[in-house]
């Protein structure tokens, strides 16, 4: 994801945060919260997967950095919150809840078996044996260099103590937090949430109710609990169409039918189905594998779809392929039933060789549309996101801990996370397609644009070409204030409708302001 800057309201929140640092000078509790809100706005933007039990949330997490890094089985290491970080070399550390350390053993099995971290034999950095709090994991990784991704055990686990690690890294409610204000003030672990999603069920739904009500996404109002922004993946996408060729054109009207709920309550701006076996399986594509695709391609339909009619019967040795079981069980484990017939597909229809393979399996496989979105939602919006998450640590910090020259800063604090327009924006880009916005398809899209819904940058707002000139951005700009000020005047218009009316027109302000002033206007100046 790319990272776009918005240095005022980062600023702004790196002066509130010294302001209180200074105010608890002699307090070690809070001046440690504090020192964590400032390194978090200079640090990447902090992405949380979450979702129920075996969603698909690991190997989602290794299509995105393209390499094979979290441990996909079901071992004890996916019981816990693992962090994701860029790092010079390969390491893994297990912290305790008392911050003491041990570094963890990675292995790697044979075959198809990915990494494994090995939790049952730690040495910690002081005496006494400790549970695992948390898992650390810093790997030399394009995709973590402005992103850091928590990967977090399942949400539907049936041990509750599993189940609220999750939430108290994205949803830490405030009974908890007063409960324990003496010694710890619950704040968000991450700034933007990846919901991964097999079936919309009751559990998923509580979930992304509790962030939303923490973000004031159906109120408007300031946020003192979950992140901003959530996105929802239809994961395993594959498997909703039982492997077929057309499992993705399946897994889109699943999709679609989840987007039509979850956006219309507001719970996610927008959801993807993603096939991430597939995905991961693609970028880390070998020669051997190609191999045995091309060979299967010249096998007859006919014969070749009996073989396939699982993984299981595609793996017998008796059953007579131009390839190995072993090699055929591989291919079964890593690529899916789906993947298996599409690579066979692929190559009768022309592809003929391993990278053209390898890029088209990618694109079928959903993770470059999630991408984009990625980047849109959060990476373009990366310092907005991470200064709400900072600002809500403030304020939790500031309420937890009164009676310090600290308090006066608490108004402003509360102020930035209400009317802050980016924050509007991503809160607005929640709630497009709720039954309460009394608005024409046409004007709602035109809306979902200029809030940046497609990009914050100034042509994307304003629906045009990358190459228009700053005339033409500017005529539509200043066309756009004036539409969406007088429709916001409209006296029938609701109290949602009529805020939502006066966001698009500041986004369109904010967009014209980021444009060279007119000729005449600098002429004027001189």
């Known amino acids: 994801m790319t990272t776009r800057v918005a240095p005022g309201i980062v600023v702004e929140a790196h002066g509130l945060v010294d302001a209180a640092r200074q105010a608890f000078a002699r307090e070690p509790r809070p001046r440690a919260l504090l020192a964590d809100c400032a390194r978090r706005l200079d640090q990447p933007l902090r992405v949380a997967l979450a979702g129920s039990l075996k969603a698909g949330k690991s190997t989602l997490l290794n299509s995105l950095v393209g390499q094979d890094i979290a441990p996909t089985d079901a071992t004890e290491c996916t019981r816990v919150v693992t962090w994701y970080r860029n790092g010079p070399t390969p390491s893994v550390t297990a912290y305790a809840p008392d911050g003491a350390a041990a570094n963890v053993v990675v292995r790697r099995g044979g075959g198809t078996h990915g990494l494994t971290f090995d939790l049952q034999r730690l040495n910690w950095n002081a005496p006494g044996p400790r549970e695992v709090d948390h898992l650390e994991v810093e790997w030399p990784a394009a995709a973590l260099a402005h992103t850091t991704i928590i990967d977090t055990p399942g949400t539907s686990s049936l041990s509750r103590e599993v189940s609220r690690r999750t939430a108290r890294l994205l949803t830490p409610d405030d009974e908890d937090a007063e409960a324990a204000a003496a010694e710890h003030v619950a704040v968000p672990g991450a700034d933007a949430v990846v919901y991964l999603l097999r079936r919309l069920d009751a559990t998923d739904i509580r979930f992304l109710e509790r962030i939303g009500a923490g973000t004031g996404a159906r109120q408007g109002g300031s946020s003192l ?3 901003l922004g959530v996105v929802g993946v239809v994961s395993r996408a594959d498997e909703i169409g039982a492997g077929r060729i057309d499992a993705l054109d399946s897994a889109r009207d699943v999709a679609s039918r989840f987007a039509t709920e979850l956006e219309r309550t507001g719970l996610c701006q927008a959801v993807i189905p993603v096939a991430g076996l597939l995905a991961f399986a693609a970028a880390t594509l070998r020669q051997q594998e190609f191999a045995a695709f091309q060979a299967l391609a010249g096998v007859s339909v006919d014969e070749l779809t009996a073989a396939l009619l699982s993984a299981d019967r595609f793996a017998r040795a008796d059953i007579p392929l131009p390839v190995p079981p072993e090699l055929r069980a591989q291919l079964a484990e890593r690529f899916g039933m789906f993947g298996i017939r599409m690579a066979v597909t692929l190559i009768r229809l022309g592809v003929r060789d391993s990278a053209t393979l390898a890029a088209e399996l990618t694109a079928r496989s959903g993770v470059d549309e999630l991408r984009s979105v990625l980047d849109v939602q959060f990476g373009q919006r990366a310092d907005q996101l991470k200064a709400h998450s900072a600002l809500t640590a403030l304020a939790r910090v500031l309420t937890a801990y009164p009676g310090t020259s600290a308090d006066q800063l608490l108004p402003r604090v509360r102020t930035l996370l209400a009317d802050v327009h980016g924050f509007a924006e991503l809160r607005l880009l929640g709630r497009l397609r709720t039954d309460e916005l009394t608005l024409p398809p046409a004007d709602l899209a035109e809306l979902h644009r200029l809030i940046g819904g497609s990009g ?47 966001t698009a027109a500041r986004s369109a302000e904010g967009t014209l302001s980021m444009l060279p002033p007119a000729p005449e206007m600098r002429m004027g100046r001189r």
């Open 225 to 227: 609990a979950g992140p």
């Open 456 to 502: 914050i940058a100034p042509h994307l707002r304003l629906g045009l070409p990358a190459d228009a000139g700053h005339e033409a951005q500017r005529a539509q700009a200043v066309a756009a204030v004036r539409k969406w000020r007088e429709r916001g005047r409209h006296p029938l218009a609701d109290q949602l409708t009529t805020l939502a009316c006066q």
